[in-house]
């Protein structure tokens, strides 16, 4: 089961997780380096949300995405947006995945991997769906690597939550079992627009939305905010986020 239910939170998902694509250029680089260009086929989005990455990605290469996702209010807030035509909507789990066997030329999981109750059989059935060779990239801030994460220095709380989260180690355990074998870990960063006193505005638009903000007691999201408006006030500049792309290939 999802930590977050995603089709109370499709309606302000994008408030906290939309940036404009400059935003996000260092995952095009780094994508552009990973993602067979010159193959058949689509890219799988496992997991896709709203679409903003599926979006991303026809944006930046032209590609056709299927963007998988169960959420129903997920995959509503998707279609209301008017994604590229290159993009098609499935509803469907990453356990059980709804495509034929070695039709895709990538898969790309954004902060998803830490809701998925099987992460094994996930990759078992994203190795099926792979053309032969084809990488899987993961997007996600994993234990022990938080350093960049500025949210979890105002909201230590959700930081106490992330490290639940699938480490390293245990995605690439999860897909060694089905046949794939680490390519990279690398550190990819993000710089947000606007200012921290944006980001009051936006943890506040998002606190159900955000797996790890979620669970915080009121209590510590309230002294979390209240951090964080005094860094705003002291006009400290917005740091840049770092996470995680993790890239796997079969062995
Ligand atoms: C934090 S959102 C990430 C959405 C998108 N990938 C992004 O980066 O904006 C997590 C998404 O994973 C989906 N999800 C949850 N459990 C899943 C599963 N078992 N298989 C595939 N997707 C799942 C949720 O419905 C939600 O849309």
Same mark, same amino acid.
């Given at each position: ?31 552009? /380096? ?48 008017? #994604? ?6 499935? !509803?469907?789990?990453? %356990?059980?995945?709804? #495509? ?24 078992? /059935? ?6 032969? !060779? ?35 180690? %245990? ?57 964080? %408006?005094?860094?705003?006030?002291? !006009? ?8 995680? #792309? ?6």
């Amino acid at each position: 089961m999802a930590r977050v239910d995603y089709n109370r939170a499709a309606g302000s998902y994008d408030q906290g997780r939309a940036h404009p694509l400059h935003v996000f250029d260092e995952w095009r680089v780094r994508l552009a /380096e990973h993602l067979p260009l010159g193959a058949d086929g689509p890219v799988l989005d496992v997991g896709a949300g709203t679409g903003i990455w599926a979006e991303a990605i026809v944006a930046w290469f032209g590609l056709p995405v299927i963007a998988l996702e169960p959420a129903a209010g997920m995959r509503a807030a998707a279609r209301a947006k008017g #994604l590229p035509s290159q993009v098609a909507i499935v !509803g469907g789990d990453s %356990q059980a995945i709804p #495509l034929s066997g070695a039709s895709c030329r990538a898969a790309w999981l954004s902060t998803v991997i830490h809701h998925i109750p099987d992460l094994g059989a996930c990759a078992a /059935e994203v190795r099926r769906v792979l053309q032969p !060779g084809a990488p899987v990239l993961i997007r996600s801030s994993f234990p022990g690597r938080h350093d960049e994460i500025p949210l979890f220095r105002f909201f230590p709380g959700a930081g106490r939550v992330a490290r639940t989260f699938p480490t390293v180690d %245990q995605t690439v355990a999860a897909f060694s079992g089905a046949g794939f074998a680490l390519t990279s870990l690398e550190r990819v960063h993000e710089q947000r627009d606007g200012t921290l006193a944006d980001w009051v505005t936006r943890v506040q638009a998002v606190r159900h939305v955000d797996s790890t903000l979620d669970t915080l007691t009121d209590e510590e999201f309230e002294a979390g905010l209240t951090t964080l %408006q005094a860094a705003a006030a002291a !006009g400290e500049p917005v740091p840049p986020t770092g996470l995680d #792309l993790l890239v796997l290939r079969p062995a």
